[in-house]
């Protein structure tokens, strides 16, 4: 019988985790939290707004089994070890572990881990702590602090605009979104030529006149410095200088989000659900393994034993040259649990991406080689180029010239196809035998000045780090619930906001523009992260917030007005109200104006394209939740007819299976026939 039970919160780890300890310890998953925030009180909160915001916690029915199982389990045993994830939310699960099953600090303990290693493992049983109350306050003060602001600002615009929810860190980063797409909207071009010299090896560009910057704002202002131009250019200057090129520091959570969007167009919500299974456990074979550390971190640390480790293979694989310094941000008054944290890393170097390739899919193997290069890169050598610099005189205009080739590959050797380099070769002006060149022609060009780019995913989530808005964990779903709530749509990979999102967006700021604003988020994160050290109570900082947040709510439901909706200029079939526009999640659609007493919704008459061949019903055009679109029968689920190419209505020859149209011809959708 086992001695002592390990909680975990995930199968897949508890798993992993297992196979390192021996019989007499037995591994099971809490399945993530057991218990959450009830849903009763005043305005549904589970916080008891008068005593200090005393939470009421309840067992979700779905978790009611599984913590009936955790505490026959610990009964069977001497201690139980609460080994769940090592940030400010894995330690309140933890505590509600250690509270639910009725755990003491004798029977108990804490261990924390950052990779899931047999080393690791080991290491962390043979060091417990018991649970750090700081931690668990500064965790359940935010997850109150956003019930608070969830629940009553959600419902304050459900009774307002066509919005769903509002949120902390969600309605700031829309208002970012917003107030971008209002710049751009109220954006000026300006005017403005460029003058290009062209030689037969490179380009030179008009920078100064008489040594002083120049702009041409008009073709009339180009033309006239055209007419004082030849085609003779005096070698004025010539500066050449070694630069170095640092590598990046190794992944923080940020980081990572934004190069694996960037880099491999992978977003979000779908990098940090493959980091999590990296971070869990494969099975490569003779072994199961965790083979990165923990991904949410806002740590660029490296343990001592992977950089030694580091810096041998990098000697060995590539030689001494390569071998590079170890990189440290400076640290910023941050949370104490960051000291333990590192950066993301795979937890052995030895452990290539090419060694493992056959034991993952193609996306885990991607993700894998990404965090794999970035951290090996972050402790090799920097790179080296050679910058020229060249200074062409024309009767006292001045044209630049710029050239830079890599000497040294440095850390780009592993890390060249996420950050590529060009060489710009041009002539060796320095031992030129001549000081005149002659260009071959002089050309002029005509712009505009462009407005600043919208956000992409990367983008914001840089903006956010840098604005102090939200943690590791929060990035990845604010961009989904921004994306879901149908806030913003994504174009060209960027973020554009929706008419309900300028209108969630204008309605928050007429009341709440002091809350909802970047400088009070980023002042609530830092109180946040101030309780985790114990330096400031937690429910004083939510009576501090909701003395402010109280009153300005009441006064957004006594003078906000509610948007009416859109009339359609037609009367309800069913009731006789007037038919509006409404929307909803999958966009805008019609409903009755007397909603809920009356349910109608108007359903647009879908496109026949034939007879359905399996029945009396219509093939008619359709689309997934995903918005793919398909073709199936109007009779489904009686009839599952479906294609993914559009039907002609015509059989095939060989077959008589429906023809459809494919890359711009005409196929049997069964056999091999092409027309």
């Known amino acids: 019988m086992p001695k002592k039970l390990v909680i975990v919160e995930s199968p897949a780890k508890s798993k992993t985790i297992e196979k390192f300890l021996g019989p007499d310890y037995k591994v099971v998953s809490s399945k993530g939290h057991v218990r959450d925030l009830a849903t009763k009180g005043k305005f549904g909160l589970g916080v008891d707004l008068e005593d200090n915001f005393k939470p009421t916690y309840i067992v979700a029915k779905a ?16 201690e139980v070890i609460i080994a769940t994830d090592p940030d400010r939310e894995g330690e309140a699960i933890g505590w509600h572990l250690f509270d639910a099953i009725g755990l003491t600090e004798e029977n108990s303990k804490r261990v924390v881990f950052n990779e899931i290693t047999k080393t690791a493992i080991v290491e962390a049983i043979k060091n417990p702590r018991n649970l750090d109350m700081d931690l668990v306050n500064s965790q359940e003060a935010r997850r109150i602090l956003d019930r608070i602001i969830g629940f009553r600002l959600s419902k304050l615009m459900q009774a307002k605009t066509d919005g769903k929810s509002a949120g902390r860190v969600q309605s700031v980063a829309l208002k970012l979104i917003v107030d971008r797409e209002r710049e751009i909207e109220a954006f000026n071009p300006e005017e403005y030529w460029s003058v290009t010299a062209k030689f037969p090896e490179f380009d030179a560009e008009l920078v100064k ?8 704002k008009n073709e009339e202002e180009t033309d006239k410095v055209l007419e004082k131009l030849t085609n003779k250019f005096n070698i004025d200057e010539v500066n050449e200088a070694e630069k170095n090129k640092k590598a990046k520091m190794p992944f923080i959570t940020s980081t990572f989000q934004q190069v694996a969007s960037t880099k491999l167009g ?3 919500k779908k990098s940090m659900m493959i980091a999590q299974k990296l971070y869990e456990g494969i099975d490569i074979g003779e072994e199961t393994v965790g083979l990165i550390t923990y991904m949410r971190t806002d740590s660029t640390r490296l343990s001592s034993e992977f950089i030694k480790e580091t810096f041998s293979y990098i000697e060995k694989e590539h030689g001494k040259k390569y071998v590079g310094t170890v990189r440290q941000k400076k640290k910023k008054e941050n949370e104490k649990i960051q000291d333990a944290h590192e950066a993301i890393r795979p937890t052995s170097i030895k452990r290539t991406p090419l060694s493992i390739k056959k034991y993952l899919t193609p996306d885990e193997y991607k993700i894998y080689k990404l965090i794999y290069a970035r951290a090996l890169a972050s402790l090799m050598a920097d790179a080296k180029t050679k910058s020229t610099t060249v200074i062409l005189e024309n009767n006292n205009y001045q044209f630049k010239v710029n050239g830079s080739i890599l000497i ?4 780009l050797k592993v890390y060249n196809e996420y950050e590529e380099t060009k060489d710009v070769v041009i002539p060796d002006f320095a031992n030129y035998n001549s000081k005149v060149i002659l ?18 995913e990367a983008k914001l989530i840089k903006e956010m780090e840098e604005l102090g808005i939200g943690r590791p964990s929060t990035y ?9 709530r149908a806030y913003v749509v994504i174009k060209d990979k960027q973020f554009h906001p929706t008419e309900i999102g300028f209108e969630i967006t204008d309605k928050l700021q007429q009341t709440f523009s002091n809350i909802i604003n970047v400088e009070y988020t980023a002042r609530m994160e830092d109180d946040l992260d101030k309780i985790s050290t114990g330096d400031i109570v937690w429910y004083e900082v939510l009576r501090d917030f909701y003395a402010k947040f109280s009153p300005l709510l009441d006064e957004a439901f006594e003078k906000l007005e509610k948007k009416e909706p859109e009339k359609v200029g037609r009367p309800c079939p069913e009731c006789g109200s007037d038919l509006v526009y409404r929307v909803g999640r ?19 008459e879908p496109d026949v394209i034939t007879d359905c061949p399996n029945c009396d019903g219509k093939i008619v055009a359709k689309k997934t939740r995903k918005g793919k679109i398909f073709y199936g029968c109007n009779n489904f689920p009686k009839c599952k007819t479906a294609y993914w190419d559009k039907p002609t209505g015509d059989k095939c020859p060989e077959c008589e299976s429906m023809l459809v149209e494919k890359n711009g011809g005409i196929k049997c959708s069964s056999c091999t026939y092409v027309k």
């Open 266 to 268: 992978v977003n979000s």
């Open 439 to 456: 260009s071959q022609k002089i050309e002029k060009e005509q712009h505009f000045t462009q407005p600043p780019a919208r956000y992409s």
């Open 476 to 484: 990845s779903k604010t961009m989904d619930t921004l994306k879901t």
């Open 63 to 78: 978790k009611s089994t599984v913590l009936n199982e955790l505490k026959k389990n610990a009964e069977k045993v001497d």
């Open 586 to 604: 999958y966009g805008k659609f019609v409903g009755c104006s007397n909603y809920p007493t009356c349910k109608f919704i108007e359903t647009e």
């Open 408 to 411: 040294f590959d440095g850390y």
């Open 209 to 216: 006149y008489n040594n002083k910057n120049i702009k041409l």
